[in-house]
């Protein structure tokens, strides 16, 4: 297991106490989440768009259009941050102050390489599906050529990458611990509400756990 | 009410059907979220952080330390693009390439300026609490004035703004309508779990409702 040690980019600036940095640890949140934020640059501007993502061994991968323009600018030799967020409870103190939030995120900064072998692609594509829905792909209509060709899958090495993670109640001032306020945390939770089957769907078909 | 047209860097390219660019439609996605991600450029790389942000009339706010890398980047001259993205469902189709997810997503752009007038920033951190626990501010230990210098607050017009938006069922090529797999929508929705009080909390203060 490669252990990742911060670079003068990666390193949290703000809150050392927050930053992790083991690739464990990078590794759990990003298996934790589903959707990312990929920050690229677009004649001269910061452009960020979200995708979906899912990570294999030391690499994360995310897909997208062939004919998309991230996808183009990427490839042109673009540096990208990707970027994965959890928020987990909101943190009241008894000051404005003092409020917070606990989460936990990854920055991984790198230049993409795009998945062109057909059969790493197929093993990529079948790897995302099979992250979010365990045991769909092999009960999926199979991919035809075109629509392999049509998808593009870029992959990126978790080599700089940061995690930060807030956790724990509000911290507030000595002095303000009996401000007649509630303080604590609202912690939050993403749920699944009940599936609801496409229209025309033969009876019989059960629908998969949906991931959070 | 201002009406913005999509500039050529704003439009969507990809899937025209699901790009939304009244403000109304951009206002209601930015109301729905707390959380945004914001994408600048820091020594040539794009760099993309979380945060929180807030709306009012037609400019986002967002605030951090006035120590933070991220906000003196921006107060150099940084360009910016804040994006917001609430994923609503997945989207299960008979073949991988169908499968997609309903989504809301604003990408706005912009150069933010600081918010320093002493009184307009008092009013945009109320703002920022009451937006998301109304009521809370005047319960609060007020803020002094070194937490008014240490927080930094930003703001943006939604001039260059545009929303993206994908609702509805899966959509299968019609050969593949009786392919035996389930199809359909796995919605997602954020919940709230009980508040947790604070250690030495005094018996008597109820915690707000939580924003989701």
């Known amino acids: 297991m490669q252990q990742n040690s911060p670079s003068e980019f990666t390193r949290v600036k703000r809150a050392p106490t927050r930053g992790a940095y083991d690739i464990a640890t990078i590794h759990g949140i990003l298996d934790a989440g589903t959707v990312c934020h990929i920050g690229h640059i677009v004649d001269g501007r910061p452009v960020v768009i979200p995708t979906f993502y ?18 183009k600018t990427i490839l042109a030799g673009g540096k990208v941050c990707l970027t994965v967020t959890l928020l987990d409870a909101w ?3 008894r000051t404005s102050f003092h409020h917070s939030a606990n989460y936990r995120s990854v920055l991984c900064f790198g230049r993409p390489v795009l998945v062109d072998d057909p059969e790493e692609k197929l093993a990529a594509m079948r790897g995302f599906v099979e992250r979010l829905f365990p045991g769909r792909w092999d009960t999926l209509r199979p991919p035809n050529a075109q629509e392999i ?8 090495p978790l080599i700089e990458a940061s995690a930060k993670i807030r956790t724990g109640g509000p911290i507030d001032d000595k ?27 033969a009876v019989g078909h059960a629908p998969p756990a949906t991931p959070t």
Chains 1, 2 share one sequence.
Do not use: N, Q
């Open 149 to 156: 060709k049509a998808t593009a899958i870029l992959s990126m």
């Open 175 to 201: 002095e303000d611990m009996d401000w007649p306020v509630w303080a604590g945390l609202l912690p939050l939770r993403t749920v699944a509400d009940p599936p609801i089957a496409d229209a025309g769907l």
């Open 91 to 93: 943190v009241l103190a």
């Open 54 to 71: 899912w990570r294999h061994e030391d690499r994360v991968y995310w897909h997208g259009s062939t004919a998309s323009r991230m996808i």
